[in-house]
């Protein structure tokens, strides 16, 4: 089959490549339809990994995906040919440790979309196990599918944080994920959430929906403003949704006394930040490693109109020119979100 393949940093190929389609009788077999690009798949392409991630061989990119089944296993009783699906990208071995204490996510056996050395869906056909696959509704299309494996990572980081109901909430980063975590901060509970970032286009984009406040990092300290805005008393949750060192320089000078801060970005490289700070405040530190159990969730929500990621969606292109999207993604306009692929034109 043809595939969006990094075939090594910097470089990019639509080409044919031969990829596992065996049925096994819990799986389904699903004709891929729109296909986001993530910013790790971006990292892959441009730096050749992201952390401890590291591309050693040519690898089909994407996992964010929903798509239409076209073929069941024996032994699966809730999907039929034709339902159309998103899919949780990560497949843990859930007889770990990790996975009996409902942490699955961090299970170190965990096969993952466009993780080397594993290959992603940027193609028209995979195969994936039917207790990862989410029935789509009516009211959910294939693009807002595709959105539902980001937003599970905001409602994790929304479940990491522990939001109690009227919170004030301060993310530090307005890329897709920034904004995906303030809206599942909302959702989760807080009062107010403000949004900090050099781009006005995408602070202009995350100010649309009601609750969430754009600052301009142009204009002065994050932590200057939120201090200004709870009377000298901090946010009582920060998330850091960024990635860059600069980030974490005052993080701790954000938060309240006795306040969390929640790490969503990955970092390139490894970063610092000046732990007495956080002692100091007694600062609750939590971590966001992708998702465990919100992704039904995640859709739920999109699905019953909660929640709309429609405005976050940038463009999108055919198949044919994956390339040029992936481009256009590492080029970081200013006004883009989320950029997506449409693998089939054809909406079984």
Known sequence: MKALIVERQGELSLREIDLPLNLGPSDVKVAVHTVGICGSDVHYYTHG??????????????????????????????????????????????????????????????????????????????????????????????????????????LQAAARARIVPGDVAAVIGCGPIGIMTAIAALVGGCSRVYVSDFSSEKLAIAGKYQGIYPVNAADGPFQSFILSETEGWGADIVFEASGSQNAFDAIFDTVRPGGAVVLVGLPVQPVTFNTHAAICKEVRIETVMRYANVFDRALSLISTGKVDLKPLISDTYGFDDAVQAFERAASARASDVKIQIRVSENAI
């Open 49 to 154: 990994g992201i952390g401890s991630f590291r591309l050693n061989a040519p690898m089909v990119l994407g996992h964010e995906a929903s798509g239409t089944v076209v073929e069941v296993g024996s032994q699966v009783e809730n999907f039929v040919a034709g339902d159309r699906v998103c899919m949780e990208p990560g497949v843990p071995d859930l007889s770990s440790r990790a996975s009996k204490l409902g942490r699955y996510n961090v299970d170190p056996s965990v096969v993952f979309w466009a993780t080397p050395p594993i290959h992603g869906v940027l193609t028209p056909l995979i195969v994936h196990p039917a207790a990862f696959t989410y029935k789509l509704p009516s009211s959910v299309s294939f693009a807002e599918g595709a959105m539902v494996e980001p937003f599970a990572i905001g």
